[in-house]
């Protein structure tokens, strides 16, 4: 229980401190909402605002400030001052006591100067068809929102999911948000439970959440956290007390899934089985030298086996180091950790420029020995021109992800939470091509053509795992980790032209149509590919939804 008494301490403690300040309450804005997202980049890119995007998601109060920011500039063409305008009717609830403005439609929603609160329901579904196979994805939930006084903020919601043929997984290489299944007969339901309670102040806010989080710029997957996870909790804490330095730290409870055999026990008739603990800490720093050019750096440690170790809960450590001081350096007694860099530019008109660096592990010495290196790196980097022609953008983007990038040795430090990797949707010795058009035409429709040529060779880990060594000369078996060729064998590949409607015909209602030509082989093509995408070459979907 010490673990939950330095939590406890830390927060009121934090809040203590700051309550004589006054600023207003935060709530966080899912970051599967794109629509509202893609309009905040394109405002971005445009220079109408000038943003952070290498950290999300973003408080409802963040975003209201900012269209409230693009509502005053004379650049927006009229199909932007009406996306702008349709999206004010929901934010503008940040900004408003009651109900005097063009307000979205809600199941319920009360607004007063000490109190506000939003009730909406989720529902969902979406049909996919390929050759003769018809299958659907449904879900239901609710939602709640709002605020006490100036400095409270809570959200919460829950989504309960049904899958007629499983779409996901934790092995398949997917951008469909990791799930914990249950069910079989290949039917699969699962529910998804989000919320949080935060307390703010003028330059900054702590929180304890079960939620996803992005850390990294990306039009297709970050490489460095990507949310791809099922969510989990953790506490955050961020400032910025000035304009150019914004400073981001979590605390994760993760979910190992390894089996802790001392903790489990008999029952009557069963097993209670105990997973073994594993928290992640991360922080951020993010500096804007100049203005609409930000670079952020920051690390990272998983570490398992333990209760909360309170040198994880200083914000602003270099944890690599601190778990030395604990662990004597040992890789078998210590932990997990990693360093991450991103550079985001505007700073050319219309034009966004970002590349980012996830580093696992590194040796300098050893850098550059073909037999001998540890490069175990990711990087991407891309680029996004918006209205080069008007209400359309071009993105470009490339990954190359080193073998070996989010592994571990020890089973429950992981770059892991419920076996889905936290780093870029592909895992390791991966590379991915993605080129994608987007047209708006009209207010609230996002018409979309993209490509991706994603391919992934060896898993490595799974092959020293399994004592299968002899079989690959490749593999030094004095030091099996070290020298590991970057994609000596493509083991699967996918080409995926995709088409897509996306229409939003009231705030949080979804009309969305697509056609998917996806061309996955390879010799590990079953344990990549969805069971659905293995039947064909088409694929088509329609869905419609209220809420995410």
Partial sequence: MKHRNYFLTLVLLLLISFTTSSFSQEVLYHVDNESLYDFLDELANNGVIDINTAVKPFSREKIAHLLQDASNSSGLTPRQRKDLAFYLKDFNKELTIGKDFDKRFDIFYHSDS????????????????SGEELIYHRWNGAEVFGSVGKHFGFYASLRDNHESKVLGGPSILTQRRGAVYKGD?????????RGGLTYTWKWGSVGIHKDHFVWGNNYNGSNIYSGHTPSFAFISFKMQPVHWFEFNYVHGWLVSEVVDSLRSYQYYDGTRKVYANKYMAANIFTFKPWRKLYFSFGNSMVYGDTNVNPVFLIPFMFYKSADH??????????????MYFDISSRQIKHLHLYTSLFIDEISINRMFDTKEHSNYISIKGGARVTDL???TSFTVEYTRTNPMVYQHVIPTTTFESNSYTMGHYLKDNTEELFMAV???PLRGLNLSVSYTKAKKGKDYQSIIREGEIDQHPEINPDEPRWGLPYMNEVRWKDEKLKMRVLYQIINDGYLVAEYENSRASGADKALYTAP???????????GLNFGF
């Fill in 185 to 193: 007969d290949g039917k699969q339901d699962y529910s998804e439970a």
């Fill in 325 to 338: 001081t604990y662990n004597s350096g040992s890789n078998a007694v210590g932990h997990n950790g990693q």
């Fill in 114 to 129: 000490l109190f506000k609160f939003t009730v909406n329901p989720i529902l969902g579904v979406q049909m996919f068809h």
């Fill in 532 to 542: 659905f995408y293995m039947e064909g070459e088409h694929f088509f979907s329609f």
């Fill in 389 to 391: 022609f008007p209400n």
């Fill in 438 to 440: 987007r047209v708006k």
